[in-house]
């Protein structure tokens, strides 16, 4: 009776452990490649009734791990369908960073507590659509400041 109980106090520590964590969301191999060539280019043309994508957090620059938070926001009765959701992070080539944000994405943003990255500037893209299939995009640079 007593080992079950011990071993049950090691499961619940190593389940609590693990849940603590910081995600990564980009590697160190991954910051090493190269910027894209010529300018980001960001598909906002006219008057648009697509939805929109705000980034919220983190603040100017941060250290490592931080917590990323973006807001959707769709108009005209639509809703954003969270299985739209694209983030890549902008380098020669492309980094598709959406499996890794997944579990973070709800209909009304991303709400990344621990997300860890090394230190650097990185351009990243979020693409995302509503239930009508308009698009909308937000492309913003996440500052690493070294620890």
């Not at 929109?52 to 990323?68: A, H, I, N, Q, T």
């Not at 954003?80 to 890794?100: A, G, Y």
């Amino acid at each position: 009776m007593k080992r079950h109980i011990l071993l049950g106090f090691i499961a619940a520590g190593l389940l609590f452990s693990g849940a603590s964590r910081a995600t990564p969301l980009i590697t160190e191999e991954e910051a090493k490649l190269p910027p894209p060539k010529g300018a980001v280019a960001a598909d906002r043309r006219g008057i648009m009734r697509g939805p929109k994508v705000e980034f919220v957090s983190p603040g100017d620059s941060v250290s490592s791990p931080m917590r990323l938070v973006l807001k959707f926001e769709s108009y005209g009765g639509a809703k954003i369908d969270p299985d739209s959701v694209k983030v890549l992070f902008l380098r020669t080539p492309n980094v598709d960073l959406t499996p890794r944000v997944k579990p973070f994405v709800q209909s009304d943003g991303i709400n990344m507590q621990d997300a860890e990255l090394p230190p650097g500037e990185y351009t990243v893209r979020v693409d995302i659509k509503d239930s009508d299939g308009r698009p909308g995009t937000a492309i913003f640079t996440l500052k690493v400041a070294p620890k």
